[in-house]
Structures are given as structure tokens and as C-alpha cells.
């Protein structure tokens, strides 16, 4: 199993709504990533958990919550967002053993709308 | 702080070769990754240099000389298919961990 999988593909939500973005990988991968991608700009990092744990959060402000619940799930807690949050969400994952390339594997994302 | 730049747009014809060039400035410097992205789909991994040299993939080659902060793509005989976003990405490590950076992004479009 060589995929990483992101539920919902599609979330349209109001701006007081609480919503989870959720993303799933079986390949062992012990490093697991949030990007945030918007049209025709590259994506960009928002957090990194390694072993399960917060290891980089790039100033993300605080309506966005991730939660890595074990080494195969990680999560983003949505509440409060604002319509310039609507984006591409992607998920990915990487081995951290050094002897790999650590390529990063993305999962189809999650299109999310804020109205 | 980090730096990744790479050209906006690129056009080129069905079987001619191009080349897709990547500066980057990063610290803990730890590889260089090349991903493809059709619009509206995720990143797909092309390629990955950590040391100096010419890395070669069937039609795709990617090319890293450390000491000058500079990769290239090399694509050959140009399919239709290969119109997409081609991100340079460099993965640094510190204390805090490791990520990958993507540069903006090279839109690359062939034409028959």
C-alpha cells in the first residue's frame, strides 16, 4: 500500500463551523506533513509531526489544530476560518531513515471552501 | 532563511528537450526534489540528488552541484502529457526537524 488518503476531497463550511480534514498513510512513514496550496502557487508548509509529535508548525495561526492520533493518522482541526483559507489541503508522508531519499508521498488533498 | 527560485513559464515542442533550472540559498541543506503536479491533482515525485551529479531516470535527469546552490530538470523527447507544474523542492533539517520548501513552480507547456 503506497497511498496516502484524504477525507473529505470536498468540504464546504461557513465561517463558525468546526470541521476535521483526515488523512491516512500504511506505509510506515514515521514523519507526516499538512500543506496548504492555493491556484497556481506552490504548496505551502504548514506543520510536521516526526514520531507522532508537533516537530515544526510554520507560524500557522490558531484556527487550524493539528492532531496526530498515532504513526498512521494525522488530522486538522478547522474552527473559525476565514474565506482567504479556502485552499487545496494535502497531506503527505516520509520515512525519516536516513538510508531512503525521505521523498515525500502527497495524498489527492482536500478542496476546501470557507463562505 | 530560504530561497528557492525557479523560472515561471517555459513552452517548448512535442520531442525537444528542455531544461528547468532551480537556485536555491537554504541552511541544513539535506537533498533536492523535483515533483511534477498536473492542475488539480497532488505532487508526484520525479527525482532526488543529495550529492553532486547527474541523477537519470529514464526521459528525466536531474542535475545538482551543491557548491553552486543549483539543480536542473532535464526532460527529453517532450510528450503532451508532460505540460504540468514542475517544483523544485530542497529538504532542510534542523533541531525541529525536517521539511520540504517548494520553489514557486515552473508551468511548462508543450505544444504539438
Known amino acids: 500500500d503506497t497511498e496516502v488518503t484524504q477525507t473529505p476531497k470536498h468540504l464546504v463550511m461557513g465561517m463558525t463551523n468546526k470541521k476535521s480534514l483526515k488523512c491516512e498513510q500504511h506505509m510506515g512513514h514515521r514523519a507526516m506533513y499538512w500543506y496548504k496550496q492555493k491556484a497556481k502557487k506552490p504548496p505551502e508548509l504548514m506543520f510536521v509531526y516526526s514520531y507522532e509529535k508537533l516537530s515544526i508548525n510554520e507560524s500557522v495561526p490558531s484556527r487550524f489544530s493539528p492532531e496526530c492520533p498515532n504513526s498512521s493518522l494525522l488530522n486538522l482541526h478547522l474552527h473559525a476560518l476565514q474565506p482567504e483559507d479556502s485552499a487545496l489541503y494535502l497531506c503527505?508522508?516520509?520515512?525519516?531513515?536516513?538510508?531512503?531519499?525521505?521523498?515525500?508521498?502527497f495524498g489527492e488533498g482536500s478542496r476546501l471552501t470557507v463562505l | 532563511g530560504q530561497n528557492i527560485d525557479q523560472p515561471t513559464e517555459m513552452t517548448a515542442t512535442e520531442g525537444a528537450i528542455v531544461q528547468i533550472n532551480c537556485t536555491y540559498q537554504t541552511s541544513g541543506f539535506n537533498g533536492l526534489f523535483w515533483y511534477q503536479q498536473h492542475a488539480g491533482e497532488a505532487p508526484t515525485f520525479l527525482s532526488y540528488n543529495v550529492l553532486d551529479g547527474l541523477e537519470e531516470k529514464g526521459r528525466f535527469s536531474s542535475f545538482l552541484s551543491r557548491s553552486k546552490g543549483y539543480s536542473y530538470l532535464l526532460l527529453k523527447e517532450l510528450q503532451m502529457k508532460d505540460s504540468a507544474s514542475y517544483l523544485c523542492?530542497?529538504?532542510?533539517?534542523?533541531?525541529?526537524?525536517?521539511?520540504?520548501?517548494f520553489g514557486k513552480g515552473t508551468t511548462l507547456s508543450v505544444s504539438s
Open positions: 503527505a508522508s516520509s520515512p525519516i531513515d536516513r538510508g531512503l531519499s525521505g521523498e515525500l508521498f
Open positions: 523542492a530542497v529538504r532542510s533539517s534542523n533541531q525541529a526537524g525536517t521539511a520540504l520548501i
